[in-house]
Structure formats: structure tokens, C-alpha cells
């Protein structure tokens, strides 16, 4: 049962241009989404994350969008370079009670080219 | 770097063995969370302890285990290997039993 569903699985873009990376959840009781940014032969590291309480979230160049009705949110990476090719993992967990472990989608395989 | 450390980076064996993987987790972190990373299914939760105890279990398999020793250092055994094993395995820490998680850069396993 995949609890976290991502999509699309490959993505690639002009230098500039604005990846957006999609995921839906299944579980309303998840209060914590983040996103998980991978280089090859590295370990995932923690990007941006973001809590129902708000619909947006942005820091830098990377913006949360968040909707709790559909139970989807979506990563924006604006003005993208090649530097941001790498994975990308949305995630899901109950932070604030259950306290579980972080459910991973699948991942979404970015190449941004010049 | 996260200050999560594995060992070893990469190990090659063959099926029906069983091999160890070591984590140490950053300093003052109490909770340590395995991952298993594979091409189909993304990375998939094991196994999470926090200062010592188990604490939640995934799709873990019975022929892998785990533990947390006192030193907060962790293990993760996989015994009568199968080809289907051959992965890269995370380990991660964090402070609290939620929030930020900090990977370890994996140990890849072969089984051949």
C-alpha cells in the first residue's frame, strides 16, 4: 500500500524553466510533508517542508504549494539550474500525536539542462 | 555532511549469506530510522529505534533485524540473502521522534 503517490517519476527541463513535482496523500491524519532533495552517492537531505496549517511555503527558489482538501501538494523550483538536477522525495508522517515515521513517494529523477 | 555515518559503503556477497550493516547516528541524536532504497519502490522504512527501544516497524522482512545499543550506535542484519536484497540501505537520525530526518550516504549492497 503506497500511502504517498508521486509523480511524474522523470522530469527533464530547460535551464530557467519551473519543475513542478506532485504528490498525493491518502491519510488525512499525516501533519507533516516534507521534501527530500538527493545527489547521486549521497543520502537524502531535508529541502523544504511544510505543515496543513498553511497552503504555502517558500524558501528560496523552492515554494510548498499545499491543498488539504485534494490531500496533494506540490514542489515549484523556480527559475531552475543544473545545479537542481537531482531526486526529489515527498514525504508524509504524524508529527504531532502518532509520531510516525516519514512514508517516502517513490521519487521524481529532475535533469535540468543548459 | 549530515553526521550520520555508515558503514560499510559498499559490500558484495553471495545468496543464503548474512551481512551487517553499522550506523552511528549524529551527536545527541536518540532516534535512528533504517531505509531501504531500490530503483521500483523508492525508499521504503524499515525499522526505527529511539534510545534503544524499538519504536515503529515497516516492511521490514523476518530475515532482517536491528538494534540500537547503548552508544545509540545501530545495526542492521540481513541473513539468508537474495538476489531481490540488493540495495542501498539508509540509515538516519534525528533528535526527536519526528522532524528532520539527517541520512547517512548508504551502504549499497550486491547480492550475487
Known amino acids: 500500500q503506497q500511502q504517498v503517490k508521486q509523480s511524474p517519476q522523470s522530469l527533464i527541463v530547460q535551464k530557467g524553466g519551473i519543475p513542478i513535482i506532485n504528490c498525493a496523500y491518502e491519510n488525512t491524519a499525516f501533519d507533516y510533508f516534507p521534501w527530500y532533495q538527493q545527489f547521486p552517492g549521497k543520502g537524502p537531505a531535508l529541502l523544504i517542508a511544510i505543515r496543513p496549517d498553511v497552503s504555502e511555503k517558500k524558501e528560496g527558489r523552492f515554494t510548498i504549494s499545499f491543498n488539504k482538501s485534494a490531500k496533494q501538494f506540490s514542489l515549484h523550483i523556480m527559475d531552475s539550474q543544473p545545479g537542481d538536477s537531482a531526486t526529489y522525495f515527498c514525504?508524509?508522517?504524524?508529527?504531532?500525536?502518532?509520531?510516525?515515521?516519514?512514508?517516502f513517494g517513490k521519487g521524481t529523477r529532475l535533469s535540468v539542462i543548459a | 555532511d549530515s553526521g550520520v555515518t555508515q558503514t560499510p559503503k559498499h559490500l558484495i556477497t553471495a545468496t543464503g549469506q548474512r551481512v551487517t550493516l553499522r550506523c552511528s547516528p549524529r551527536s545527541g541524536d536518540l532516534s535512528v530510522y533504517w531505509y531501504q532504497q531500490s530503483l521500483d519502490q523508492g525508499l521504503q522504512f524499515l525499522i526505527q529505534y529511539y534510545n534503544g527501544e524499538e519504536r515503529a516497524k515497516g516492511n521490514i522482512l523476518e530475515r532482517f533485524s536491528a538494534q540500537q545499543f547503548p552508544d545509540l550506535h545501530s545495526e542492521l542484519n540481513l541473513s539468508s540473502l537474495e538476489l531481490g536484497d540488493s540495495a542501498l540501505y539508509f540509515c538516519a537520525s534525528s533528535v526527536v521522534l519526528t522532524g528532520e530526518l539527517f541520512f547517512g550516504e548508504g551502504s549499497r549492497l550486491t547480492v550475487l
Open positions: 514525504a508524509a508522517s504524524i508529527g504531532n500525536s502518532g509520531n510516525t515515521p516519514l512514508v
